[in-house]
């Protein structure tokens, strides 16, 4: 099965936000800021209403992202389907995947037997220092990893579902 069928409808639209985003600022990959980006364009998304619990002031979050991404940001053309994932977002999705496989370990459910992979895990992708995705902007702005994990876990009443 290809990885993204395993991807939540607001996951794949995080991601696609991602993607985007990066196309517009000529970039030639989609590098962690896109993702968290991508996160923050999915309005009602579970990492959404985490970051809102958390009491994140998301406009300063996507203006401190905007910035910092286009700091990386080539400003050349590239063809929308040549861009692909720089190795900090590659790294994110990757941690992303483990911590929904352990999600759905926690709750007695094997992951292959039907396990998501949600906008949740790609914060906790993101801001996982396991990650060795500078999450600079992110703990700027308060989100920590392990403050998202207490409040996903004090959520978690049911399988991943956005």
């Known amino acids: 099965m290809e990885p993204w069928r395993r991807w939540t409808p607001n996951l794949r639209r995080a991601i696609l936000a991602a993607h985007d985003i990066a196309s517009d600022q000529g970039c030639p990959a989609i590098e962690a800021e896109h993702l968290a980006l991508g996160i923050l364009h999915v309005e009602g998304c579970a990492a959404h209403h985490t970051l809102t619990?958390?009491?994140?002031?998301?406009?300063?979050?996507?203006?401190?992202?905007?910035?910092?991404?286009?700091?990386?940001?080539?400003?050349?053309?590239t063809a929308p389907d040549d861009i692909g994932l720089d190795l900090r977002a590659q790294r994110a999705l990757q941690v992303a995947y483990v911590e929904a496989r352990q999600d759905w370990g926690r709750r007695s459910r094997h992951f292959d037997d039907g396990g998501r992979l949600g906008t949740e895990h790609l914060l906790l992708g993101l801001a996982s220092p396991a990650g060795e995705v500078d999450s600079s902007v992110l703990r700027t702005h308060g989100v920590f990893y392990g403050e998202v994990r207490e409040i996903l876990r004090r959520a978690d009443d049911g399988p991943p579902h956005a």
């Open 53 to 77: 619990e958390m009491g994140v002031d998301i406009v300063a979050l996507r203006t401190a992202l905007f910035e910092q991404a286009a700091r990386g940001a080539c400003n050349e053309p």
